[in-house]
């Protein structure tokens, strides 16, 4: 049971690159979600699928932009990456948002960017 | 491993301990609440949950209390073990939503 599954673990893009960062999840859940974290910081929300065909703006989606490819797969991409969006990346599902039901995460994709 | 734990609150204490770890949330909708750990390299691990209907729910070694007067939630983690050794993040939900407002988290460190 592989619940959720961050592609690549790691990576170092030069500033102005571009990079899709992919999430998949085995669990049939219908919300999907990418938070960046950074040092001594809580998760931040960037962007989130409630359901499949949907996606919304988080907390902090400037840079990024999402796709929900289908129920599973729910990707992040960085047009041109810059030096602040050094962080930590994860991925999380749940049932669905709204219900009292936790979100699960993948373990991560740790991008720098020089 | 990630410098998540640079600048948090830490709690030590010795294995074999209970620990307690506060959190105190913002939003007085909030109707759902729950503890994650997160060690080392990882992403976080759900640990227990309570909706706001509730004031106390017990897991394995694990409980969590909810005070909404003052709105306050703690994890409490009973014969702390050195694999216990994480970064523990309370997040919380605003009724109707359907996201998770996350606090910075506090490390906890257990000695042997």
């Known amino acids: 049971n592989a619940g959720v599954t961050q592609t690549p673990k790691f990576q170092v893009l030069k500033t102005g690159q571009s990079m899709t960062l992919q999430c998949a999840q085995d669990?049939?859940?219908?919300?999907m979600y990418w938070y960046r974290q950074d040092p001594g910081m809580g998760l931040r929300l960037i962007y989130y699928?409630?359901?499949?065909?949907?996606?919304d703006k988080g907390e902090v989606p400037n840079g990024y932009n999402v796709s929900r490819l289908n129920k599973r797969e729910f990707s992040l991409r960085l047009e041109s990456a810059a030096p602040s969006q050094t962080s930590v990346y994860f991925c999380?599902?749940?049932?669905?948002?709204?219900?009292?039901?936790?979100?699960?995460f993948g373990d991560g994709t740790r991008l720098s960017i020089l | 491993g990630e410098s998540v734990g640079l600048h948090l609150p830490t709690l030590s204490v010795q294995e074999g301990d209970n620990s307690i770890i506060n959190c105190a949330y913002s939003?007085?909708?909030?109707?759902?609440f729950i503890w994650y750990k997160q060690e080392s390299g990882k992403g976080p691990q759900f640990i227990i949950d309570?909706?706001?209907?509730?004031d106390k729910r017990q897991g394995q070694r694990v409980t969590v209390l909810l005070n909404k007067t003052v709105k306050h939630l703690s994890l409490q983690i009973a014969a702390t073990q050195p694999g216990d050794s994480a970064v523990y993040f309370c997040?919380?939900?605003?009724?109707?939503?359907?996201?998770?407002?996350f606090g910075k988290g506090t490390m906890l460190l257990v000695s042997p």
């Open positions: 939003n007085s909708a909030s109707d759902y």
């Open positions: 669990m049939n859940h219908n919300s």
């Open positions: 999380a599902s749940s049932w669905r948002g709204e219900s009292n039901q936790p979100q699960h």
């Open positions: 309570i909706r706001s209907n509730m």
């Open positions: 699928s409630a359901s499949e065909g949907t996606t």
């Open positions: 997040a919380e939900r605003n009724s109707g939503y359907s996201t998770l407002t």
